[in-house]
């Protein structure tokens, strides 16, 4: 199925995108890879009449040290260069790891991160990283930009904290040991998560998100408290944490899986990626 006719616009810079999203409010869309946003548009499930594409903007394409110990990855940089970047896997693997499980090469030679984030996708792969490693996420618009923690940036179901007039610019991941994992059980057909985990071992403790199991993606509170203050702990204790992965939260079901079946998965890779994680201490 073609989409329905829009207008097409290519801002140069940020300044000018934005300028466009507020003259055309909810008429417009942003393109940035497009594999959210041109099937929809196919399907007729998106209807913009402007397609603002913001993918050949220069300054939002970028993995850098940020300086305080973060790392700076610009909105419209690829999941093939965030899996295959010499920093992210030296000092933040977790992001580079998550990427490599993404679609397929060509998915991911042309697919963002922010594009990905922005359409918050409950079977996407990021979230569950980025909720682990409590990104920082700028959005900016016409008032100027503002911070928003991973925590508060999913909202619901396919709904971010970015607004109608706002642009997601910029991430930024804390440095961090190399005790981290990403486990996943994905639909074959799609490579999209049935259940996806991050975890994040620190001094601090364990960190724990979860995609693919709830309407949004989450952080497994009940998981982190359980371990709290055990810095190396045993079998058993990561097994009786792992069990509450799924506290608090209602799963989903459909064709691919039941919400029980959701619900043991977040169990099953909760564990394994926690102790895989603690292996790589």
Known sequence: MYPASFDYKRPATVDEAIALLTKHGDDAKLLAGGHSLIPAMKLRLARPAVVVDIGRIATLSYIRDAGGGAIAIGATTTHHEIESSALLREKSPLLSETASHIGDVQVRNKGTIGGSLAHADPAADYPAAILALDAEIDLVGPRGKRTVKAPAFFVDLLQTAIGPD???TEIRVPATAKTVAYEKT???ASGFALAGVAAVVGAE???VGVT???ATAYRAVAVEQALAGQRSPSSAAIAAAAARAADGVEPLGDIHATPEF????AEVNTRRAIERALRRQ
């Open 205 to 207: 403790g364990v960190r």
């Open 262 to 265: 959701r619900a043991h998965l």
């Open 212 to 214: 693919g199991v709830a």
């Open 166 to 168: 706002e642009i997601l």
């Open 186 to 188: 994905e639909q074959k």
